[in-house]
């Protein structure tokens, strides 16, 4: 009885320090991971001393860290991955290189041999990806430039943790290579991400098919915390990042029918692991350290920010990142990293570290961690006062029937179109850089994100008529119909669909009014082919007209049947095998019906004349 007391006081005291800290931190606007940090330091063995083992919850919540990698992963698919290659290994490098090399200086401060002084510039030139990603989820930033920017940098040090784990024991033994054990792992390493890569091929999705068929939804979400624990533990074993082999796991589902019950079931579950992470990082802040050497932390502490900060800086401006965007992006990796502790404490068992050397440097990076949500908080109430006498900023209540959200090359045709037929819109774009440059071509263009709610009040959405949901980014899209459904539900939503998945996801959220962006200007080449083959002008249009009428009915007619792959696949081709037997009927009829034969069988060669 004891011991199943003891077990069960642990999760207890979390739990209501969670509940407790977090609301409070956040009715103080200091954000809910700055409330996990502080309620880990209270409940840490220096202060009330209610939790006695902080690194078995830290082991717990590191599953948190993972878990939110594979819900980044699901939301980018391997050709949107491949198109990232650049700002991952090109930014990603430059800012891991140029934080390491300005952070040797401090390094050698705290000790003159260069072994030491080179493993603790590369564990603090490494960011957290656990603060980023959840600052960015918090404040809505992941669809901004800056915050596609910090995912792509996270991803290159969660790659980067490999070589840097390995470098350790070549330091520690003055460079003298370690044999074939070093080449072994690294073999081992490339066959398990191998592994992840065919086993997600081919046995993932009829694994979740049949799974999903049993109708046990219980199981489903057993099958997903399997998944993503099952490849975190092989990376593991290897020797890799488990948040690293959770993000190719993601990747490789990204495009399959499952990603959103995927999504559902592990939200969570992620959201309370994190927060026990952060919980375990406030109770591992040595205190000592701090009252013993402040000046030494302190000095650490400000010289991480400095010289990253430096270097992020002018990424930031050679990525040519809107300028409102740059401080998240700065600030978001200024900060040092949970992987840091992972490196110096590998450091100290080599005897590469002291122990008061990794307490300076555990502090200095946990300070970081817990002083950046708070940082950046207060760097964007400060740019919110200095961007309120900006003419770009949506300020005097507009009064518009239209309100278009997202003003790329898809919306700027609605507002063309509605311009030029006398229709006013009040358009709104989260890119200050769009902004910009649209106002110099006379467009009256606001900047704003439209998932903020005051922002569509101030918009008119409370008395306008339609809302266009133009925006480029498929969640962004998302978060702005499912607000636009909650308050203001007399609003008909017009929105654009970037494929099939989103269709459908629109479609649950009660948007009726959907165009897949692809689809018409694809029937219009369709048009044109057939009439370089010899069909009229005017039968290439029925045919298409009736092509595309059929396409919507069926997709609507398979939505329901999504997460069934054979039943999806014998509709299609029942429904292609329907459209053409009543194409053929149709032609045969009006081409004898009608002694003019506006409707032109092709002949065995094109046309004379075409082309």
Same mark, same amino acid.
């Given at each position: 009885?004891e011991?199943?007391?003891?077990?069960?006081?642990?999760?207890?005291?979390?739990?209501?320090?969670?509940?407790?800290?977090?609301?409070?931190?956040?009715?103080?606007?200091?954000?809910?991971i700055?409330?996990?940090?502080?309620?880990?330091?209270?409940?840490?063995?220096?202060?009330l001393?209610?939790?006695?083992?902080?690194?078995?919850?830290?082991? !717990?919540?590191?599953?948190?860290?993972?878990?939110?990698?594979?819900?980044?992963?699901?939301?980018?698919?391997?050709?949107?991955?491949?198109?990232?290659?650049?700002? !991952?290994?090109?930014?990603?490098?430059?800012?891991?290189?140029?934080?390491?090399?300005?952070?040797?200086?401090?390094?050698?401060?705290?000790?003159?041999?260069?072994?030491?002084?080179?493993?603790?510039?590369?564990?603090?030139?490494? /960011?957290?990806?656990?603060?980023?990603?959840?600052?960015?989820?918090?404040?809505?930033?992941?669809?901004?430039?800056?915050?596609q920017?910090?995912?792509?940098?996270?991803?290159? &040090?969660?790659?980067?943790?490999?070589?840097?784990?390995?470098?350790?024991?070549?330091?520690a033994? @003055?460079?003298?290579?370690?044999?074939?054990?070093?080449?072994?792992?690294?073999?081992?390493?490339?066959?398990?991400?191998?592994?992840?890569?065919?086993g997600?091929?081919?046995?993932?999705?009829?694994?979740?098919?049949?799974?999903a068929?049993?109708?046990?939804?219980?199981?489903?979400?057993?099958?997903s915390?399997?998944?993503?624990?099952?490849?975190a533990?092989?990376?593991?074993?290897?020797?890799?990042s488990?948040?690293?082999?959770?993000?190719a796991?993601?990747?490789?589902?990204?495009?399959?029918?499952?990603r959103?019950?995927?999504e559902?079931?592990?939200?969570?579950?992620k959201?309370l692991?994190?927060?026990?992470?952060?919980?375990?990082?406030?109770?591992?802040?040595?205190?000592?350290?701090?009252?013993?050497?402040?000046?030494?932390?302190?000095?650490?502490?400000?010289?991480?920010?400095?010289?990253?900060?430096?270097v992020?800086?002018?990424?930031?401006?050679?990525?040519?990142?809107?300028?409102?965007?740059?401080p998240?992006?700065?600030?978001?990796?200024?900060?040092?990293?949970?992987?840091g502790?992972v490196?110096?404490?590998?450091?100290?068992?080599?005897?590469?570290?002291?122990?008061? @050397?990794?307490?300076?440097?555990?502090?200095?990076?946990a300070?970081?961690?817990?002083?950046?949500p708070?940082?950046?908080?207060?760097?964007?109430?400060?740019?919110?006062k200095?961007?309120?006498?900006?003419?770009?900023?949506?300020?005097?209540?507009?009064?518009?029937?239209?309100?278009?959200?997202?003003?790329?090359?898809?919306? &700027?045709?609605?507002?063309?179109?509605?311009?030029?037929?006398?229709?006013?819109?009040?358009?709104?774009?989260?890119?200050?850089?769009?902004?910009? /440059?649209?106002?110099?071509?006379?467009?009256?263009?606001?900047?704003?994100d439209?998932?903020?709610?005051?922002?569509?009040?101030?918009?008119?959405?409370?008395?306008?008529?339609?809302?266009?949901?133009?925006?480029?980014?498929?969640?962004?899209?998302l978060?702005?119909?499912?607000?636009?459904?909650?308050?203001?539900?007399?609003?008909?939503v017009?929105?654009?669909?970037?494929?099939?998945?989103?269709y459908?996801?629109?479609?649950?959220?009660g948007? /009726?009014?959907?165009?897949?962006?692809?689809?018409?200007?694809?029937?219009?080449?369709?048009?044109?082919?057939?009439?370089?083959?010899?069909?009229?002008?005017?039968?290439?249009? &029925?045919?298409?007209?009736?092509?595309?009428?059929?396409?919507?009915?069926?997709m609507?007619?398979?939505?329901?049947?999504?997460g069934?792959?054979?039943?999806?696949?014998?509709?299609?081709? @029942?429904?292609?095998?329907?459209?053409?037997?009543?194409?053929?009927?149709?032609?045969?009829?009006?081409?004898?019906?009608?002694?003019?034969?506006?409707?032109?069988?092709?002949? &065995?060669?094109?046309?004379?004349?075409k082309?």
């Amino acid at each position: 009885m004891e011991s199943h007391g003891n077990w069960l006081m642990t999760p207890l005291v979390l739990l209501a320090a969670a509940v407790l800290a977090v609301p409070l931190a956040r009715g103080l606007k200091l954000g809910a991971i700055l409330g996990y940090l502080v309620a880990g330091v209270l409940l840490g063995p220096q202060v009330l001393g209610l939790i006695s083992h902080p690194s078995t919850v830290l082991e !717990i919540g590191e599953f948190g860290v993972v878990l939110m990698m594979f819900l980044v992963g699901l939301e980018l698919e391997p050709k949107r991955l491949w198109a990232m290659r650049r700002p !991952i290994f090109g930014w990603g490098s430059a800012q891991m290189l140029g934080c390491a090399a300005l952070l040797l200086v401090p390094a050698f401060w705290l000790d003159s041999d260069w072994h030491t002084a080179v493993i603790a510039a590369l564990g603090l030139a490494m /960011s957290s990806t656990a603060v980023a990603l959840a600052v960015l989820a918090e404040r809505n930033l992941g669809g901004t430039r800056a915050g596609q920017s910090v995912i792509s940098v996270a991803l290159l &040090q969660d790659i980067a943790a490999i070589p840097v784990l390995a470098l350790v024991p070549l330091l520690a033994s @003055q460079g003298r290579p370690a044999g074939g054990h070093n080449s072994a792992k690294l073999w081992l390493a490339l066959g398990a991400l191998v592994a992840i890569v065919l086993g997600g091929r081919l046995l993932l999705r009829p694994l979740l098919r049949w799974i999903a068929r049993s109708g046990t939804p219980e199981i489903f979400t057993a099958a997903s915390l399997l998944l993503v624990l099952g490849t975190a533990a092989l990376m593991q074993k290897v020797g890799l990042s488990m948040a690293l082999g959770a993000f190719a796991a993601g990747v490789l589902l990204a495009e399959s029918e499952y990603r959103r019950a995927l999504e559902a079931d592990l939200e969570p579950f992620k959201g309370l692991l994190l927060g026990m992470f952060f919980i375990a990082v406030g109770m591992g802040l040595d205190l000592t350290v701090l009252w013993e050497r402040p000046l030494v932390v302190l000095g650490l502490l400000a010289a991480l920010w400095i010289c990253k900060g430096l270097v992020l800086y002018a990424l930031s401006r050679l990525m040519d990142l809107p300028k409102l965007e740059r401080p998240v992006f700065v600030i978001l990796l200024a900060q040092g990293g949970e992987f840091g502790f992972v490196v110096f404490q590998l450091a100290e068992q080599a005897t590469l570290l002291d122990a008061a @050397q990794r307490s300076v440097l555990v502090a200095a990076v946990a300070l970081s961690l817990a002083l950046t949500p708070a940082l950046l908080a207060w760097v964007q109430r400060r740019a919110g006062k200095e961007t309120r006498s900006s003419p770009h900023e949506l300020k005097e209540q507009q009064e518009s029937p239209v309100i278009i959200a997202g003003f790329g090359r898809y919306g &700027q045709i609605i507002g063309r179109v509605l311009n030029a037929n006398g229709v006013s819109a009040t358009v709104l774009d989260h890119d200050a850089d769009t902004v910009e /440059s649209l106002r110099r071509f006379g467009w009256r263009v606001f900047w704003g994100d439209a998932t903020r709610l005051e922002l569509l009040r101030i918009a008119g959405a409370e008395r306008a008529h339609v809302l266009v949901i133009a925006v480029d980014d498929v969640n962004h899209s998302l978060k702005i119909a499912e607000l636009a459904k909650e308050q203001f539900p007399h609003l008909q939503v017009v929105a654009r669909a970037r494929n099939v998945q989103h269709y459908y996801a629109l479609r649950d959220l009660g948007v /009726s009014m959907i165009e897949r962006e692809t689809l018409d200007s694809a029937l219009m080449s369709a048009r044109s082919v057939m009439e370089n083959i010899g069909w009229t002008p005017h039968a290439a249009r &029925q045919l298409a007209m009736r092509f595309r009428r059929h396409s919507v009915e069926q997709m609507e007619a398979m939505r329901p049947h999504r997460g069934d792959m054979d039943t999806l696949i014998a509709m299609s081709k @029942q429904g292609r095998q329907q459209l053409e037997e009543r194409l053929a009927q149709e032609r045969r009829a009006m081409a004898d019906g009608q002694a003019a034969r506006p409707w032109q069988e092709p002949e &065995q060669q094109p046309q004379a004349g075409k082309s």
